[in-house]
């Protein structure tokens, strides 16, 4: 039998040889977290090397994605699906092995992680959606959701001000079964972290509510044991175990400083390395009985056979909740969805005028009680955003199983844990917050849209509308600048039957999330005929048009689709025959086939106008160099929603007027 350090020391040769080969990575955390992750893994993480799927395996998520390295070793060597020929290609293109763990690239990795403190928020969704499922499904001797949460995390994630936001919400939820393993090494890039990392970490942890196991040896394996074996125990509260480690473990010249963070070992380091560590073997060797001791299918195949065995009993106890259970799991909608949909819509094309936040309000409550999957909340603006439901029910500690959190005001927490919730399985996140403070959570979007993650984004009070609150609460760049994340599908919906179609998009997209752009203010419904209401889900169409070939295209989204509506019947009045396009998601239009979008947008017809309160960027893209964009590229005022309006040239006759200079100019 291998002894615990030889075992830890394959993951270390992996590592440092990966990196070498590779040429680039980061050898000094893998190399000091390998003693612990040795001991989670073999004496506490529940998992089938053989199905990465099974739905009630342990989540791990490495929240400082630069220690990929660890995590591709451990992979590898437990018996998942990744050979020595991936480890080899570790940074190359293509590879199962890129530079930070990557959702869907490698079998076990549970969620793209390297931006510091997200993976660490992200797990914090993990946890909250296990005991959610969990809280929903479970019945007396069937506990069919019963699985733990681990994050390896270092001192990067800690600074990062993200981590005190979920650690926060961890604590208040009491999430039991949440635990976090701290590299504690006291190193980070530029160095010893004492002069910019001086907190009492336990202490913080204890102030949220978290119970802290301080002061563990990370290299000391029984140590290690005893103390993830303490947060084991505790269910109450979400567990922190701080790990005191060397970075670079093993390598004599760098081992201790952040030399070792980021950059090879080179082949005189890791020859000293390997004399050091006792470890003979050639690089990307692996002598049989040191895999025999990592490898995990047995156990892994024997854990998801009981649980198989559990899940039949309960099938044949339960078959309606185990049904369930398998829809939630597999993603699929409700089959009364399409029609619940179709209803809304119906209802909403006769709605009365009203704010696209108050339609997005009706969506939720129409559709929220055939689709238990749905769970909203909002960064403390519930009713702002209206994302609180009729049937919504608060999850918190003491009652489980609901289906709306308060996030309190957090935004990119809310952002990182509608990633986990939707990750895990069983669950369509949505959650609100004013369009303005996107910001906050824009890296955790990035993320959702790098995963291909189903998330609805529900951004409210979406421009110079907003009003007396000012400049500090008025969008301005937002809509373009979300428009340019890859993947994020956009919509700004004009009226009721356009945010119809776009809760629609969201919910039945799925690769990728949804943001959705709603009024404060109340707008008026458009009339369309039956071909316009079809083509609404296409994200751009024919609104209003003219009689004949148009002398010009007027593009509009959102609030200011009304605003063209009544510019285009001023210009008829002037017979000038204009046609009115409205385009609630730039993004699905650009993705329809060119066809279609020539028969909106005639070729021939370059003389165009877009019209919507916020930059111009990403306009000209669809007027043309000789098409006009009445827009801001400028910060708003405080004073009412309607003066400012009009104080920035967002009128009829403005946007007529604007249209009658594009036609002269040409
Ligand atoms: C949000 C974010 N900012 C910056 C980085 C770049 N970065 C990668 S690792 C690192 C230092 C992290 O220190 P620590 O977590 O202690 O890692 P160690 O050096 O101990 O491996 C930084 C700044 C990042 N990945 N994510
Ligand atoms: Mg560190």
């Given at each position: 039998?291998?002894t615990?350090?030889e075992?830890a020391?394959a993951?270390?040769?992996l590592a440092m040889?990966a990196?070498?080969?590779a040429n680039?990575?980061?050898?000094?955390?893998?190399?000091?977290?390998a003693?612990?992750?040795e001991?989670?893994?073999?004496?506490f993480?529940?998992h089938n090397?053989?199905?990465?799927?099974?739905p009630d395996?342990?989540?791990v998520?490495l929240s400082?994605?630069?220690?990929?390295?660890?995590?591709?070793?451990?992979?590898?060597?437990t018996?998942?699906?990744?050979?020595?020929?991936?480890?080899?290609?570790?940074?190359?293109?293509?590879a199962?092995?890129p530079?930070h763990p990557e959702?869907g690239?490698?079998?076990?990795?549970?969620t793209?992680s390297?931006?510091?403190g997200?993976?660490?928020?992200?797990?914090v969704?993990?946890a909250?959606?296990?005991r959610?499922?969990a809280?929903?499904?479970?019945?007396?001797?069937?506990?069919?959701?019963?699985?733990t949460?681990w994050?390896?995390l270092?001192?990067?994630?800690?600074?990062?001000?993200v981590?005190?936001?979920a650690?926060s919400l961890?604590?208040?939820q009491?999430?039991?079964?949440l635990?976090?393993?701290?590299?504690?090494?006291?190193i980070?890039?530029?160095?010893?972290?004492?002069?910019?990392f001086?907190d009492?970490?336990?202490a913080?942890?204890?102030a949220y509510g978290w119970?802290v196991?301080a002061?563990?040896?990370?290299?000391?394996p029984a140590?290690v044991?005893?103390?993830v074996?303490a947060?084991?125990?505790?269910?109450?509260k979400?567990?922190l175990?701080c790990?005191?480690?060397v970075?670079?473990f093993?390598?004599?010249?760098?081992?201790g400083?952040?030399?070792?963070?980021?950059?090879?070992l080179g082949d005189?380091?890791?020859?000293?390395?390997?004399?050091?560590?006792?470890?003979?073997?050639?690089?990307?060797t692996?002598?049989?009985?040191?895999?025999?001791?990592?490898?995990?299918?047995?156990?892994?195949a024997?854990a998801?056979?009981?649980?198989?065995?559990?899940?039949?009993?309960?099938s044949?106890?339960?078959?309606?909740?185990a049904?369930?259970f398998r829809?939630?799991?597999?993603?699929?909608l409700?089959?009364g969805?399409?029609?619940?949909?179709a209803?809304l819509?119906?209802?909403l094309?006769k709605?009365?005028?009203?704010?696209?936040?108050k339609?997005?309000?009706?969506?939720?409550?129409a559709?929220?009680?055939?689709?238990?999957?749905?769970v909203?909340g909002?960064a403390?603006l519930?009713?702002s955003?209206?994302?609180?439901?009729?049937?919504?029910?608060?999850?918190?500690?003491a009652t489980?199983d609901g289906?709306y959190?308060?996030?309190?005001v957090?935004?990119?927490?809310?952002?990182?844990l509608?990633?986990?919730?939707?990750l895990?399985?069983?669950?369509?996140?949505?959650?609100g917050?004013?369009?303005?403070?996107?910001d906050y959570?824009r890296?955790?979007?990035?993320m959702?849209?790098?995963?291909?993650l189903?998330?609805?984004?529900?951004l409210?009070?979406?421009s110079?509308?907003?009003?007396?609150?000012?400049p500090?609460h008025?969008?301005i760049?937002h809509?373009?600048?979300?428009r340019l994340?890859p993947?994020?599908s956009v919509?700004?919906?004009?009226?009721?039957?356009?945010?119809?179609?776009?809760?629609?998009a969201?919910l039945?997209?799925?690769?990728?999330?949804t943001?959705?752009?709603?009024s404060?203010?109340?707008?008026?419904?458009?009339?369309?005929?039956a071909?316009?209401?079809?083509d609404?889900?296409?994200g751009?169409?024919?609104l209003?048009d003219?009689?004949?070939e148009?002398?010009?295209?007027?593009?509009a989204?959102?609030s200011?689709?009304?605003l063209?509506?009544d510019a285009?019947k001023?210009?008829?009045g002037?017979g000038?025959?204009?046609?009115?396009?409205?385009?609630?998601?730039?993004?699905?239009f650009?993705?329809?086939?060119a066809?279609?979008?020539?028969?909106?947008?005639?070729?021939q017809?370059?003389?165009?106008?877009?019209?919507?309160?916020?930059?111009?960027?990403?306009?000209?893209q669809?007027v043309?160099?000789?098409?006009t964009?009445?827009?801001?590229?400028r910060?708003?005022?405080?004073?009412?929603?309607?003066?400012?309006?009009a104080?920035f040239?967002?009128?009829?006759?403005?946007?007529?007027?604007?249209?009658?200079?594009?036609?002269?100019?040409?």
């Amino acid at each position: 039998m291998p002894t615990r350090k030889e075992l830890a020391n394959a993951v270390r040769a992996l590592a440092m040889d990966a990196v070498q080969k590779a040429n680039s990575g980061h050898p000094g955390a893998p190399l000091g977290m390998a003693d612990f992750t040795e001991v989670l893994y073999n004496d506490f993480v529940k998992h089938n090397p053989a199905n990465p799927a099974w739905p009630d395996r342990d989540r791990v998520v490495l929240s400082n994605g630069h220690a990929s390295m660890l995590l591709y070793a451990v992979l590898h060597l437990t018996g998942y699906d990744l050979s020595i020929e991936d480890i080899k290609n570790f940074r190359q293109l293509g590879a199962k092995t890129p530079g930070h763990p990557e959702l869907g690239q490698t079998p076990g990795v549970e969620t793209t992680s390297g931006p510091l403190g997200q993976g660490l928020a992200c797990a914090v969704g993990l946890a909250l959606a296990e005991r959610t499922l969990a809280a929903r499904f479970n019945r007396p001797g069937f506990p069919v959701v019963n699985h733990t949460t681990w994050v390896l995390l270092g001192d990067g994630c800690l600074m990062e001000g993200v981590s005190h936001e979920a650690c926060s919400l961890a604590g208040t939820q009491k999430l039991g079964k949440l635990i976090a393993l701290y590299d504690d090494n006291g190193i980070s890039i530029d160095g010893c972290v004492d002069g910019w990392f001086g907190d009492d970490t336990p202490a913080r942890f204890r102030a949220y509510g978290w119970h802290v196991v301080a002061g563990v040896d990370g290299h000391d394996p029984a140590a290690v044991q005893k103390a993830v074996a303490a947060a084991k125990t505790e269910t109450g509260k979400p567990s922190l175990v701080c790990l005191k480690t060397v970075i670079g473990f093993g390598a004599p010249g760098v081992c201790g400083t952040s030399k070792c963070h980021g950059s090879p070992l080179g082949d005189e380091q890791i020859a000293c390395a390997r004399e050091q560590l006792g470890w003979p073997h050639p690089p990307f060797t692996v002598p049989a009985e040191i895999y025999a001791g990592w490898d995990a299918r047995p156990k892994g195949a024997a854990a998801e056979g009981l649980w198989s065995e559990m899940f039949a009993a309960y099938s044949a106890t339960h078959p309606d909740l185990a049904a369930e259970f398998r829809r939630r799991v597999s993603g699929e909608l409700p089959v009364g969805f399409a029609a619940a949909a179709a209803d809304l819509a119906d209802a909403l094309a006769k709605a009365d005028p009203m704010a696209t936040r108050k339609a997005s309000g009706k969506c939720l409550a129409a559709l929220g009680p055939g689709l238990p999957e749905l769970v909203g909340g909002s960064a403390d603006l519930a009713g702002s955003n209206l994302t609180k439901r009729p049937d919504s029910v608060v999850i918190e500690a003491a009652t489980p199983d609901g289906n709306y959190l308060n996030y309190g005001v957090r935004e990119f927490a809310m952002g990182c844990l509608m990633n986990g919730l939707a990750l895990h399985g069983g669950f369509i996140p949505y959650g609100g917050t004013f369009l303005v403070f996107a910001d906050y959570m824009r890296s955790a979007m990035r993320m959702a849209a790098l995963m291909g993650l189903k998330v609805a984004y529900v951004l409210t009070h979406d421009s110079i509308g907003v009003g007396e609150d000012g400049p500090t609460h008025q969008p301005i760049e937002h809509t373009a600048s979300l428009r340019l994340i890859p993947n994020l599908s956009v919509w700004r919906p004009a009226d009721a039957a356009e945010t119809a179609a776009a809760w629609n998009a969201a919910l039945t997209r799925e690769n990728g999330p949804t943001a959705l752009i709603l009024s404060r203010q109340t707008l008026p419904p458009q009339p369309r005929d039956a071909a316009a209401t079809a083509d609404m889900a296409r994200g751009g169409y024919v609104l209003a048009d003219c009689a004949g070939e148009p002398s010009a295209l007027l593009l509009a989204t959102g609030s200011e689709v009304a605003l063209a509506v009544d510019a285009a019947k001023l210009l008829a009045g002037q017979g000038i025959p204009v046609r009115v396009v409205s385009l609630p998601s730039v993004d699905r239009f650009l993705a329809q086939p060119a066809e279609y979008r020539d028969q909106v947008l005639p070729p021939q017809v370059a003389a165009r106008v877009a019209v919507e309160a916020g930059a111009t960027t990403g306009w000209w893209q669809l007027v043309g160099s000789r098409g006009t964009v009445v827009g801001l590229d400028r910060f708003g005022e405080s004073a009412p929603g309607k003066v400012l309006f009009a104080h920035f040239g967002f009128t009829p006759e403005a946007v007529a007027q604007a249209v009658r200079d594009t036609l002269a100019a040409r």
